[in-house]
């Protein structure tokens, strides 16, 4: 019988074709969000219900070493030089990243997600954990220089601007009505659960 190479290749095209379309699908699949923003509705026991701000009704199962934090708000003064802050921002007009809400951590919690990476607040937007080196006053609020192991980057946080900084919470705060932002994982059984809880105090909406 002759040799014919085409009977050979023809498989191998077959499954390269299906294995690149098979890719292609999981690209165009959205990804699986690793936060939810939004109100508590109740707790049952391990279970955690929260209304979502687009609507969605969330149930998280919590870890047993879950992390409750609170957050409250501070003024932008509080902000000095050598600060350990997170801040979401967007590109300004002028081309300096306009600060949409920072958090100041406190001593503890430095080094915290140190970096910059896009954020999935607003379109666009960044997320940046980094330490404050110089920090302007100017008549449209505080122009603030952060360094980061990787580099660093220059951001306007205008007077308006949300700031808080984090506070020791426990699961008590997780109270219907409450407003969280909560980090979560997808289980292989497709359920999600969260070990870590940022919960705003005195009705603060957690801004980042």
Not at 58 to 65: E, I, Q, S
Not at 77 to 81: C, L
């Given at each position: 019988m002759p040799f014919r190479p085409a009977q050979f290749v023809r498989p191998f095209i077959a499954l390269a074709m299906v294995t690149a379309s098979t890719l292609y699908a999981i690209a165009q699949q959205p990804p699986t969000p690793t936060r939810v923003r939004g109100t508590v509705e109740g707790v049952d026991g391990d279970t955690l219900s929260v209304k979502s701000r687009s609507g969605e009704d969330?149930?998280?199962?919590?870890?047993?070493?879950m992390v409750v934090l609170g957050l409250t708000r501070i003024a932008l003064?509080?902000?000095?030089?050598g600060s350990f802050i997170g801040t979401t921002t967007v590109p300004g007009p002028d081309g300096v990243p306009k600060a949409i809400e920072v958090h100041v951590f406190p001593e503890?919690?430095?080094?915290?997600?140190?970096?910059?990476?896009p954020y999935d607040l607003k379109p666009n937007s960044s997320m940046t954990n980094a330490t404050v080196a110089?920090?302007?006053?100017?008549n449209d609020g505080?122009?603030?220089?952060?360094?980061?192991?990787?580099g660093e980057k220059t951001v306007l946080v205008s007077p308006d601007t949300p700031v808080v900084t984090y506070v020791s919470a426990d699961k008590s705060e997780l109270k219907a009505g409450a407003k969280i932002i909560a980090f979560m994982k997808k289980l292989p059984d497709g359920s999600l659960e969260t070990d870590r809880v940022s919960?705003?105090?005195d009705g603060l909406t957690p801004p980042m």
């Open positions: 969330v149930r998280l199962h919590m870890t047993g070493n003064s509080e902000i000095k030089v503890n919690m430095r080094g915290t997600g140190e970096g910059s990476r110089e920090s302007v006053v100017g505080h122009t603030l220089r952060v360094k980061y192991k990787d919960v705003g105090r």
